[in-house]
């Protein structure tokens, strides 16, 4: 597609749940970033992947977050046991290069919303 | 390691006034720089870019200039619209070693008619 797809767009679970988001970069694009927003908070980095390399997983606040990223292609972003802290949109971005001059193209995010 | 400082919100202005959202850096080498924004319910935009020192971004009206001397990258606008109400966020990607954006806090503007 032209730009980032996310999805769901809107995802509400219930605490203890596991959710899987869905991320479709910008094809050719080799690096994939998830980022989280929460309500009123700047963006949190979380994961980072580029081309065949061991991702980046610096970010990622605990072991029930997890990521994959198939094929140097799409991305799942997992998070197991939800907790009510976990709400927030996440956004996953893609990029051409590796040096950083072209920046990152992020999608629409995912709202995940734990009750 | 690196980091972005931009102004805490919120902007508030009349339609036509003059925008200045101030964004500081701090990075090893040269990184290039980048404004986005992000409208009420959407994702990031990518709004402009400077790549090296002294490289001017504009798009849509906006404008920001790559500053080294004072490591800055100020956005600025010179006549606002209701329409550009919006959070915006300074950020930074660092040439060599590892590529992940450090992001500014954003800051978020709201116009009035």
């Known amino acids: 597609g032209a730009g980032v797809s996310q999805s769901p767009s809107n995802k509400v679970t219930e605490k203890g749940k596991d959710v899987e988001l869905r991320c479709d970069p910008i094809?050719?694009?080799?690096?994939l970033y998830w980022y989280r927003q929460s309500l009123g908070q700047g963006l949190e980095f979380l994961i980072y992947f580029q081309g065949n390399s061991a991702p980046d997983k610096s970010g990622l606040p605990s072991d029930r977050f997890s990521a994959e990223r198939t094929g140097g292609s799409v991305s799942t972003l997992t998070i197991q046991r939800t907790q009510q802290e976990d709400s927030a949109v996440y956004l996953c971005g893609s990029s051409t290069n590796t040096h950083g001059t072209a920046g990152a193209f992020f999608g629409q995010g995912t709202r995940l919303t734990v009750v | 390691g690196n980091s972005v400082t931009q102004m805490e919100g919120p902007v508030t202005l009349s339609e036509e006034a003059f925008l200045t959202i101030n964004c500081t850096y701090t990075a090893t080498g040269y990184p290039s720089l980048f404004w986005y924004v992000q409208y009420p319910g959407e994702g990031l935009q990518l709004l402009l870019k400077a790549t090296k020192a002294d490289d001017k971004g504009s798009n849509k009206g906006f404008e920001a200039t790559y500053r080294k001397e004072t490591t800055s990258f100020h956005l600025e606008k010179g006549s606002v619209q209701v329409s550009d109400s919006a959070v915006y966020f300074c950020a930074l990607f660092q040439s060599g070693g590892s590529y992940i954006p450090t992001f500014g806090r954003g800051t978020s503007l709201i116009v009035h008619p």
């Open positions: 094809s050719g694009h080799t690096a």
